[in-house]
């Protein structure tokens, strides 16, 4: 019998406003909109997730800083700070001032300016070997990824620059965040703890001689740019299973799971057809600072990124037990974070919108569109009781393999059956017919049943129950029955 097609699950998403998996179909990936956001209660019950946007400082205009000595004799006091405004230094032969400038959600430049305050030149004012030691605050673990030197005569970038110096890299005449020529390099690739930081404290004026080394004379600029830039950590605080399907702690392969933290994206995006490769979905989006997520050491396949919030599909071939989890964006990796793997991990499709006083109904479809409810129990949405003798259908992840099989990853093309045996009851009597259990066509990762109602006792709060390989489900579902 061919399985009963739910083509208008995105319809109920709209109408009953339902955060779910977004079921994605082959012929227009995505069918809809993506479908998980940030529950409240979900979001009350995670570590905090710190700020969204890069504005409240990495590390903060005026922070404390720490500053080493120089070979000159008029070095200034150890006790300054750098603020958003020139502030004058040296006994008054230098002004210095902090400039930020976000990169995204999750990002920024923090530039670092010195420049004398009679427009003579650095080395003559400052005996040509400034050395500055900065033990800097990072607000929260972050990656320092980029840095920027710059002289300026009167503003404008000294150039052409060489790159005969030693071990200072690239001298270019363009660089990402100050126009003109400068070195620029990539700075570290390790992640860097919240805190104080000592990683990086030299900054010369004239860095190893660079006179004698053929890069900039001094005597030339008035002016010095020593600019860091830093991306945020991503920060996993917790993974749970599709929160309309049970929302576990645990999940299996095939599952679709969300991923709860900070700093998790730069951009909001949901996938588009342009993302797949043929029946094959993305394992990352949002294109060269793009989120990819890898669980077991395998790559997941991603449906949606946030900077709060990612959802994946559980690639198959994740071995069973304790995993790692790894979220990397803009090629920035997360700490593991541990999950735990399930060879099933079944939930049938139960939102918490469909939760009505304190009855939990399973999302069911008659097969002309009505949700199985009693009537009116959702306002805007369709329903009616289901009758006995009535094929509806129930859907679900996480139920494990079918034949023939289908992988994690990929649009299902043709009809299949779960490997393990189900069976579902309404009241405690069993269904005695499933015209199909298995894969939905044209999905991904989403179980359909098709399931004849057995003759049983009319009720609005009938329990429905189900077993997988004789394991019954956990969830404590309801729906309704008339006669």
């Given at each position: 019998m061919k399985p009963l097609f739910c083509w208008i699950l995105a319809a109920f998403i709209a109408l009953a406003g339902?955060?779910?998996?977004?079921?994605?179909?082959?012929?227009?990936?995505?069918?809809?909109?993506?479908?998980?956001?940030?529950?409240?209660?979900?979001q009350r019950n995670l570590a905090p997730v710190g700020r969204t946007t890069a504005a409240a400082g990495i590390i903060a205009i005026g922070s404390p800083l720490t500053y080493g000595g120089t070979n000159a004799p008029d070095t200034y006091s150890a006790t300054t700070t750098f603020s958003s405004t020139p502030v004058t230094v040296d006994n008054g032969a230098v002004k210095i001032w902090q400039v930020q400038t976000p990169t995204g959600s999750n990002g920024e430049w923090d530039v670092f300016y010195m420049q004398t305050t009679d427009g003579?030149?650095?080395?003559?004012?400052?005996?040509?070997?400034?050395?500055?030691?900065?033990?800097?605050?990072?607000?929260?673990?972050?990656?320092?990824?980029?840095?920027?030197?710059?002289?300026?005569?009167?503003?404008?970038?000294?150039?052409?620059?060489?790159?005969?110096?030693?071990?200072?890299?690239?001298?270019?005449?363009?660089?990402?965040?100050?126009?003109?020529?400068?070195?620029?390099a990539s700075g570290f690739s390790d992640p860097l703890p919240a805190g104080t930081q000592t990683n990086w404290q030299d900054i010369y004026v004239t860095p190893y001689t660079l006179v004698e080394s053929g890069g900039v004379d001094p005597s030339t600029a008035n002016e010095f740019a020593f600019a860091m830039h830093f991306t945020l950590q991503p920060t996993i605080a917790a993974v749970v299973s599709a929160s309309a399907f049970g929302e576990f702690p645990t999940f299996a392969p095939g599952s679709w799971i969300e991923i709860y933290g900070s700093n998790l994206a730069g951009s909001?995006?949901?996938w588009t057809s342009g993302d797949?490769?043929?029946?094959?979905?993305?394992?990352?989006?949002?294109?060269?600072?793009?989120?990819?997520?890898?669980?077991?050491?395998?790559?997941?396949?991603?449906?949606?990124?946030?900077?709060?919030?990612?959802?994946?599909?559980?690639?198959?071939?994740?071995?069973?037990?304790?995993?790692?989890?790894?979220?990397?964006?803009?090629?920035?990796?997360?700490?593991?974070?541990?999950?735990?793997?399930?060879?099933?991990?079944?939930?049938?499709?139960?939102?918490?919108?469909?939760?009505?006083?304190?009855?939990?109904?399973?999302?069911?479809?008659?097969?002309?569109?009505?949700?199985?409810?009693?009537?009116?129990?959702?306002?805007?949405?369709?329903?009616?009781?289901?009758?006995?003798?009535?094929?509806?259908?129930?859907?679900?992840?996480?139920?494990?393999?079918?034949?023939?099989?289908?992988?994690?990853?990929?649009?299902?093309?043709?009809?299949?059956?779960l490997t393990d045996t189900f069976t579902i009851s309404f009241g405690g009597t069993q269904a005695i017919t499933i015209p199909y259990d298995g894969l939905a066509p044209?999905?991904?990762?989403?179980?359909?049943?098709?399931?004849?109602?057995?003759?049983?006792?009319?009720?609005?709060?009938?329990?429905?129950?189900?077993?997988?390989?004789?394991?019954?489900?956990?969830?404590?579902?309801?729906?309704?029955v008339g006669n």
């Open positions: 339902a955060q779910t998996i977004s079921a994605q179909t082959a012929g227009s990936q995505p069918a809809g909109a993506h479908s998980i956001t940030i529950r409240p209660d979900v003579g030149p650095l080395a003559g004012n400052i005996n040509a070997l400034w050395n500055i030691v900065i033990d800097y605050t990072l607000s929260a673990p972050a990656y320092f990824d980029g840095i920027v030197q710059q002289w300026l005569m009167n503003g404008t970038a000294v150039g052409p620059l060489t790159n005969g110096i030693g071990s200072i890299c690239c001298a270019a005449s363009s660089n990402p965040i100050l126009p003109g020529w400068s070195y620029y909001t995006l949901t797949f490769s043929g029946v094959i979905g993305p394992t990352e989006i949002g294109g060269a600072s793009g989120t990819s997520v890898a669980i077991g050491g395998l790559s997941a396949f991603v449906d949606y990124i946030s900077p709060l919030q990612v959802n994946v599909q559980v690639p198959g071939g994740v071995g069973t037990g304790s995993q790692s989890l790894i979220l990397t964006t803009g090629g920035n990796a997360s700490q593991p974070f541990p999950v735990a793997v399930n060879a099933t991990q079944p939930g049938l499709l139960a939102p918490a919108n469909f939760k009505v006083g304190d009855t939990q109904y399973v999302v069911a479809q008659e097969s002309n569109g009505n949700y199985v409810l009693p009537p009116g129990a959702i306002p805007g949405l369709p329903s009616q009781r289901a009758q006995p003798g009535d094929t509806i259908v129930i859907y679900g992840i996480g139920f494990g393999s079918v034949t023939p099989d289908i992988p994690p990853g990929q649009l299902v093309e043709q009809l299949n059956t044209n999905y991904m990762g989403l179980y359909q049943f098709d399931v004849v109602v057995p003759n049983v006792t009319a009720s609005d709060t009938l329990p429905l129950t189900f077993t997988l390989g004789g394991a019954s489900g956990t969830q404590t579902l309801a729906i309704a």
